[in-house]
Antibody, heavy 130, light 107 residues
Framework: QVQLQESGPGLVKPSETLSLTCTVS????????WSWLRQPPGKGLEWIGY???????NFNPSLKSRVTISVDTSMKEFSLKLKSVTAADTAVYYC????????????????????????WGQGTLVTVSS | DIQMTQSPSSLSASVGDRVTITCQAS??????LNWYQQKPGKAPKLLIY???NLETGVPSRFSGSGSGTDFTFTITSLQPEDIATYYC?????????FGGGTKVEIK
């Protein structure tokens, strides 16, 4: 059974870069949409972005200018960097596996399959504060 | 972005009650919709994919329906362990977006 585990600092100063790593155990990091999501305290879920096939990335336009997602297949881990953080970036950050049942999910076409987040990390709270 | 509007934002029901949550998309999304359950302090868990398909291992009291812009999630007989917040999520287009959530409590 695949397991995901986030790691990284729980406290980041304003204007600095938030860096998190997700370690994947029990499975391959190939052929899935390895994703980051976040949830501010008491609020809903926001998709940050994904990396697919070890190189193709896509990000939420609201964060695109500040986000980098990379993958290290040999280490079975993928990482998130969010630069120039503010208090508004305080949230529980989740890594998740995006499963696509067809031949590629985005952009969607008549051959695209189902897409869902089927495995999640436990989440890690990152607080932005001086 | 496709906006997902869930209602109600919270509800209180008795054990054994039928619970219904709706999710409306701001544009047609075919059946490209998933439902997740999130218990306090935990990560979300996939319950329903493609609007109506039950994820393996999920109890059959959970179900989903709908297509286009209007979707429904139902718990046919509410159990104490179903206390959680439920989210819909569309994957018709990027960015992937979620509904605001429905918090389900026991009366």
């Amino acid at each position: 059974q695949v397991q995901l585990q986030e790691s990284g600092p729980g406290l980041v100063k304003p204007s600095e870069t938030l860096s998190l790593t997700c370690t994947v155990s029990g499975g391959s990091v190939s052929s899935y949409y390895w994703s980051w999501l976040r949830q501010p305290p008491g609020k809903g879920l926001e998709w940050i972005g994904y990396i697919y096939n070890s190189g193709s990335t896509n990000f939420n336009p609201s964060l695109k200018s500040r986000v980098t997602i990379s993958v290290d297949t040999s280490m079975k881990e993928f990482s998130l960097k969010l630069k120039s953080v503010t208090a508004a970036d305080t949230a529980v950050y989740y890594c998740a596996r995006g499963h696509c049942s067809g031949g590629g999910c985005f952009p969607r076409n008549k051959y695209s399959g189902s897409y869902y987040f089927d495995q999640w990390g436990q989440g890690t709270l990152v607080t932005v504060s001086s | 972005d496709i906006q997902m509007t869930q209602s109600p934002s919270s509800l209180s029901a008795s054990v054994g009650d039928r619970v219904t949550i709706t999710c409306q998309a701001s544009q047609e999304i075919n059946n490209y919709l998933n439902w997740y359950q999130q218990k306090p302090g935990k990560a979300p868990k996939l319950l329903i994919y493609d609007a109506s398909n039950l994820e393996t291992g999920v109890p059959s009291r959970f179900s989903g329906s709908g297509s286009g812009t209007d979707f429904t999630f139902t718990i046919t007989s509410l159990q104490p362990e179903d206390i959680a917040t439920y989210y819909c999520q569309q994957y018709d287009d990027l960015p992937l977006t979620f509904g605001g959530g429905t918090k389900v409590e026991i009366k």
